[in-house]
């Protein structure tokens, strides 16, 4: 009974010791607006929305040396990440990890659809493009090194039982059998993914989508997109308006892509299922900010920041209003669950869901307040 008294008398020490801290700050910024010291009320503002809250999970303190490349699996529940020379990798429901030690700094990743395995190119210095390797995410069961070497950001992509990888080189896609003893194969001509400018430069690219494959051909701003059914070698073309060479997963069966031309965006989600060619919806008309969305659980609510100093997440709707969430961050990825990933301004990973405190929004609207005198 005493230590039920005890632990009930912490805990009423620990919530009103939170809840003078806030009190405490709004006093503060209270006395800097009253004598006009914006600048300080401000930083004093941005810094309480960049910290981390109480229902956060730092996936990582540190603070790479060169940003980090991040991947998500098609149903965004597990997630892989670098840091500098190390490769890690989390199961966000069964809540495992495992972490890999690189030869270099990866230059780019590409996760098998099931996130089991990655594909990982390494820069070579001395002899020019990337070198290209096979890892199993969740343990020491897969390391293998191609012996072909490939120009740096070539399309590349690991099946989901980790045995194939999947390249273009010289404007052919190779298959390669990973193990011992392998020999790259020429698969696919270019020929069955033409560009929208065969004069220019192709540029390729390959996301997995359960056992099959999206092939985007074209050039900054402007691709053909493809699906590609790996066993039967059968290539379809799905649309001749892509802008961005980029598939956002949403939950395992669908994800989206951007169409359309510069200045006129839109958001289109694209149903796929196992041999079944996928479908493209019309889409949805988006401003440029928007096409770096990520899909949320509410009916045509999507997650996206709105690209300003400072850095804010906001929610938006199909044909509804934007709002914007009271904290401030560098970038964001969306995972299942209506969570984010997302760098903090300290260059932590964290790890958070989307639900806020009467406190943050006030702590947000005073932000705004200051913000607005600050300008004149």
């Given at each position: ?20 801290k ?6 503060e910024i ?16 941005q ?15 540190n ?7 991040f ?12 840091e ?6 989390k ?11 690189l ?25 020019g493009?990337?070198a ?17 070497h ?34 790259p ?28 494959f ?16 790996l ?19 949403n ?28 479908s ?26 709105n ?30 669950g209506?969570?984010i ?36």
């Open positions: 009974m005493k230590l039920f008294s005890f632990l009930i008398s912490v805990l009423i020490l620990f919530f009103f010791s939170c809840q003078s806030h009190e405490s700050l709004v006093s209270e006395d800097l607006i009253s004598k006009e010291k914006y600048e300080k009320a401000l930083a004093l503002l810094d309480r929305l960049s910290a981390n809250r109480p229902s956060s999970e730092v996936l990582s303190k603070k790479p040396n060169q940003p980090r490349l991947a998500l699996s098609e149903d965004r529940t597990k997630i892989v990440w670098t500098n020379k190390t490769l890690y990798f199961d966000l429901v069964n809540d495992s990890r495992n972490s890999i030690e030869k270099l700094r990866p230059d780019s990743i590409q996760i098998s659809a099931n996130g089991n395995y990655v594909a990982v190119q390494y820069p070579l210095k001395q002899y493009g990337c290209l390797f096979g890892y199993s995410t969740t343990d020491s069961s897969l390391e293998h090194e191609s012996i072909v490939i120009p740096c950001k070539s399309g590349m992509a690991i099946t989901n039982s980790g045995d194939l990888l999947l390249y273009f080189f010289e404007n052919q896609l190779f298959i390669e059998k990973t193990g011992k003893s392998s020999k194969e020429k698969y696919i001509s270019e020929n069955l993914f033409p560009t929208p400018f065969p004069k220019l430069k192709t540029h390729y690219h390959i996301t997995s989508i359960g056992n099959e999206l092939v985007w051909s074209g050039i900054a701003g402007s691709y053909n997109l493809f699906f590609l059914h066993e039967s070698k059968r290539v379809t073309l799905l649309s001749k308006d892509i802008v961005l060479p980029r598939f956002y997963y939950n395992g069966i669908s994800g989206y892509i951007v169409g359309g031309k510069i200045g006129d965006l839109y958001l289109k989600e694209v149903v796929y299922h196992q041999g079944k060619t996928p493209i919806n019309r889409g949805i008309p988006i401003v440029t900010r928007e096409a770096f969305s990520w899909r949320l659980t509410g009916k045509d609510e999507f997650i996206a920041t690209q300003n100093d400072p850095n804010q997440p906001m929610k938006w709707k199909v044909s509804g209003k934007k709002e914007h969430f009271p904290f401030f961050i560098e970038r964001l990825w969306g995972v299942a209506d969570r990933v997302y760098e903090s301004k300290r260059g932590e990973l964290v790890l958070d869901d989307l639900i806020f405190s009467p406190e943050d929004w006030m702590i947000y609207e005073y932000f705004k307040k200051v913000r607005k005198l600050s300008d004149g």
